[in-house]
């Protein structure tokens, strides 16, 4: 029986872990100083204390679990820590950045992974070293290629930034004539350091004008508790979607919890507050009553720090760690 619900009715099954908080890129949107400090490893958040965190949440209710990060799959047990989770009756996958994808292939198939998302923001090399601050195009465009052509479901996650990549949009929706991929283009969100403002977000609402001028489509079935609106061009291969949090927020159906890399339970992306888990697991605390708190005062939408129209959000009230000191 599922135990996690809010004080909205929200039924709580999906559970997102960062792994780590750091990071072979340094996108420009997420990391905000090249010269990041990242946390000291005795505050991570270790395997087997993820294993058993994992199975009190799975206990608790939790049928999916994503592991992200920082990337994921540069922690040197990222390995060990997919195979143990794949013990749970989860729905399991991960978010990467695709740069060492070509290392894992037969550990995702072990783990019975079936869909990746991989993180995209460009088709163009140059760009791609501009916003990641890292030379791996090649490798990246490879991996998501190889994944497709060992049969996975790929999603490749693409925030779109104005005047930095929305000129791409339609090569996104070029790729997906051929091939089974399926591209979400992501509106720009403010967190910690991230040079956010209003005039970079490129709206669901503009991404659809200029898909439509070129490229016939339909609106797909949304899956329930569906973070991304999803779309089929006509006779091609792969699909787009958008993740309109700025513009239409979806935290009606919010279904997602989070652990931070040190072992936080944020109830929301955007929350101010945090539980800490870890801590407790650690001093041999019960954690279940920790876990049901931090959820019952979860608030309605976007953390309660900002509401209405994102082109009025004043980014000093907004209290937050970096995406990458979160986990994407
Ligand atoms: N390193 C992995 C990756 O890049 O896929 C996983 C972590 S990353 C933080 C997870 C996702 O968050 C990525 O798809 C990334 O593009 C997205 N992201 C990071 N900062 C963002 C921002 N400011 N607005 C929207 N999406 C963001
Ligand atoms: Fe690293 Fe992913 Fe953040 Fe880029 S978006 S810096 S790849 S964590």
């Known amino acids: 029986m599922n135990t996690l619900k809010d004080s909205f009715g929200r039924v709580h099954d999906y559970l997102r872990i960062s792994l780590t908080d750091v990071c072979n890129f340094r996108c420009q949107y997420c990391i905000p100083d090249e010269n990041v400090r990242f946390m000291p490893l005795s505050r991570l958040m270790m395997s087997d204390e993820i294993d058993v965190i994992a199975g009190v949440f799975v206990k608790m209710g939790v049928n999916k679990i994503r592991l992200t990060g920082g990337e994921p799959l540069i922690r040197k047990d990222a390995k060990d820590i997919l195979l143990s989770l794949s ?52 490798k990246v465009f490879k991996n998501i290629q190889s994944l497709m052509d060992e049969g996975f479901h790929v999603k490749v996650n693409a925030v779109i930034m ?51 001028d070129k490229y016939g489509f339909i609106r797909m079935k949304d899956d329930a508790n569906a973070t991304a609106k ?9 699909t787009f979607a958008v993740i309109s949090t700025m513009s239409e927020p979806f935290c009606g159906s919010c279904n997602r919890m989070r652990l931070t890399a040190d072992g936080k339970m944020k109830n929301c992306l955007f929350s101010k507050g945090e539980a800490d888990i870890l801590t407790a697991l650690r001093r041999g605390e019960d954690i279940i009553p920790i ?27 907004i209290s937050n760690r970096s995406m990458i000191e979160i986990g994407g």
């Open 87 to 138: 013990k749970y009756p989860v729905e399991l996958t991960l978010t990467t950045n695709g740069s060492v994808i070509n290392e894992f292939i037969s550990v995702f198939k072990e783990a019975g992974i079936k869909s990746v998302n991989v993180s995209l923001d460009t088709l163009n090399e140059k760009k791609f070293t501009e916003i990641t601050r890292r030379n791996d195009f090649d």
């Open 162 to 212: 104005r005047g930095v990549n929305d000129d791409e949009i339609p090569d996104f929706i070029e790729w997906t004539k051929t091939q089974p991929v399926h591209v979400r283009f992501i509106e720009f969100m403010p967190f910690a350091g991230n040079q956010w403002n209003t005039e970079k977000v490129f709206s669901y609402h503009e991404m659809l004008d200029v898909i439509s």
């Open 230 to 238: 999803k779309f089929k061009p006509y006779n091609h291969e792969g």
């Open 291 to 317: 876990i049901e708190q931090c959820l019952a005062v979860k608030a309605e939408a976007l953390g309660g720090q900002f509401e209405g129209d994102y082109q009025k959000i004043d980014t000093s009230k």
